[in-house]
């Protein structure tokens, strides 16, 4: 199941971090509070469930797998937004033969 959780993580995270909040306490270990992993499910979702696993791991002490796995998230998450950014300026509109955009 952790597996499968992995992978689903980096084609929907955000929806694996609202499962993984709804079922279980795993956030609440890794987060004091509630506003860190808001935030992280509006800007940086895999961020946070590379967190939540970094803190959950390694006992709220830093580990070389933690840190990789913070650092992977993030660069995924950069990754995403790229990717959304390039999209955006590639679609053209085109009217009445006439391309806007």
Do not use: Q
């Not at 993580?9 to 279980?24: G, Q």
């Amino acid at each position: 199941m952790p597996c499968l959780l992995g992978c689903l993580a980096l084609a929907m995270p955000r929806l694996v971090l609202f499962l993984v909040w709804a079922t279980s306490n795993y956030l609440d270990r890794a987060f004091a509070s509630v506003l860190w992993p808001l935030l992280g499910f509006i800007f940086l979702p895999t961020t946070t469930l590379g967190w939540a696993f970094a803190m959950n791991y390694g006992g709220h002490a830093w580990t070389p797998i933690g840190i990789a796995a913070v650092v992977t998230g993030f660069l995924l998450d950069l990754g995403f937004f790229k990717t959304s950014s390039k999209a955006r300026k590639s679609r053209t509109v085109v009217v009445k033969g006439e391309r806007i955009g």
